[in-house]
């Protein structure tokens, strides 16, 4: 079984200051503007006018679930820039944005694919599309060592230029919620594929504020499984979809859950379906739910024994990098929340004790993780294409 280190290509990518000026920059720029001003004119503290807007802004966010100054979905695109500037290697070479399934004590990016392929049925000239398809490691993947075609849809332009230069994919970058009103989009992509893939993508979907919202997150995650289901041509001998998730367990919460998950949301923005909550539930008036994997601890030990993968991911700095931070200081708000989840590891505290042990323990992982990742494989209903939503 191959190890995390494969043959492939190696990321190489040049740093990205590309599709940086969005509403959030623009905010920014107001608030320190003011800043600026107000401390010129009306008093010194003024120059303090910004962190108070920005404490001000997360009091409402988190505690009223009202977003006044920031998208948080502009958000994850931002982020996957910022992964992509600051990490080395994010994708190729065994590794990409999700993780290594565990084999034999090693690392294996192939292992993963091919289990996903058998879950569903893939077979050489198939379709299949991958939402949120990251770099494209995987649709490569299908379309080299299958034949199948890939298409993916992804929020994040710089990852979709990467999948089209490199791997000579078809990606189109949109956020799939905005497919939903795109009649254009919609003539491209429905009724097109055999399978459907949403790798580690789905925690993205609902956003902080709305996690109060039960109502809200439900539609999210019923207008995306509506969504998956458009998207599958009517005779296809796979019509299934595989998904793989990181859910919030009941265990209960002390004041350090809150705190670092303050720093996820800000550096990945979203929020996670409880076990009992989302895709798995509200899948069922298209798909019958067919497999359940629990996976936590390949998730888990990707990030412990590949320190360049994004969970304990040690950042080698670089003065292009140094500089990078420095500049997007003046185009974003949130790189010192960035800088501090590193210094304190936020990510790993969710998975409960021993975050770093080395023992592959699923059972003892179940009890003590906030966070379980979860493989779901769905197989499309055959009333599915006359369902309503
Ligand atoms: C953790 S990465 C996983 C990438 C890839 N599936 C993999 O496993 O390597 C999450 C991906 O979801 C994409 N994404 C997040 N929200 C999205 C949305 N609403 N529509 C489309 N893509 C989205 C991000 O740009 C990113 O590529």
Redesign the pocket.
């Known amino acids: 079984m191959a190890a995390i280190i494969e043959s492939g290509t190696t990321n190489s990518q040049s740093l990205s200051l590309n599709n940086i000026v969005d509403r959030n920059t623009i905010v920014w720029w107001a608030l320190i503007g003011i800043s600026i001003w107000s401390a010129l004119t009306i008093s010194p503290w003024g120059c303090l006018f910004w962190l108070f807007a920005l404490i001000l802004d997360d009091v409402l966010l988190y505690g009223f679930g009202k977003s006044m100054l920031f998208d948080s979905q502009l958000r994850?695109?931002r982020n996957?820039q910022w992964i992509g500037n600051m990490y080395d290697n994010t994708t190729g070479s065994g590794r990409?944005?999700?993780f290594n399934l565990v084999v034999d004590g090693k690392l294996s990016q192939r292992a993963k694919f091919e289990h996903m392929a058998k879950q569903l049925g893939l077979e050489k000239g198939m379709t299949i599309c991958?939402?949120?398809?990251?770099y494209g490691?995987?649709m490569k993947y299908c379309r080299d060592e299958i034949g199948c075609q890939a298409v993916g849809?992804?929020?994040?332009p710089e990852?979709a230029a990467y999948a089209e230069r490199e791997y000579g994919l078809e990606v189109h970058v949109t956020?799939?919620?905005d497919i939903l009103t795109n009649s254009d989009l919609q003539r491209k992509l429905y009724g097109r594929f055999d399978a459907v893939t949403f790798?580690?993508?789905i925690e993205?979907?609902v956003s902080m504020e709305d996690r109060r919202n039960i109502e809200k997150q439900n539609k999210i995650y019923s207008d995306m499984c509506f969504f998956a289901s458009k998207l599958f041509k009517q005779d296809s001998k796979s019509h299934r979809v595989f998904i793989s998730c990181l859910h919030q367990t009941r265990k209960k919460r002390s004041w350090r859950f809150y705190y670092h998950a303050y720093f996820m949301d800000k550096l990945y923005s979203g929020h996670y379906p409880f076990v009992d909550e989302g895709p798995l539930v509200l899948c069922k008036p298209w798909f019958d739910v067919i497999e359940l994997e629990d996976k936590t601890e390949d998730y888990r030990l990707t990030g412990v024994r590949d320190r360049k993968h994004f969970q304990a991911i040690k950042v080698k700095l670089t003065p292009k990098k140094i500089a990078y931070v420095c500049i997007l200081s003046f185009l974003d708000p949130f790189v010192i929340h960035r800088l501090l989840y590193y210094k304190q590891d936020s990510w790993m505290f969710f998975y409960g004790d021993n975050p770093y042990s080395n023992e592959y323990d699923a059972n003892y992982r179940k009890g003590v993780s906030y966070v379980l990742l979860y493989w779901i494989t769905l197989k499309l209903k055959s009333q599915a294409f006359t369902n309503k939503h």
């Open positions: 994850v695109r996957y990409d944005l999700g991958d939402v949120g398809c990251g490691d995987w849809i992804n929020i994040t990852q956020n799939w919620k790798m580690d993508t993205h979907y």
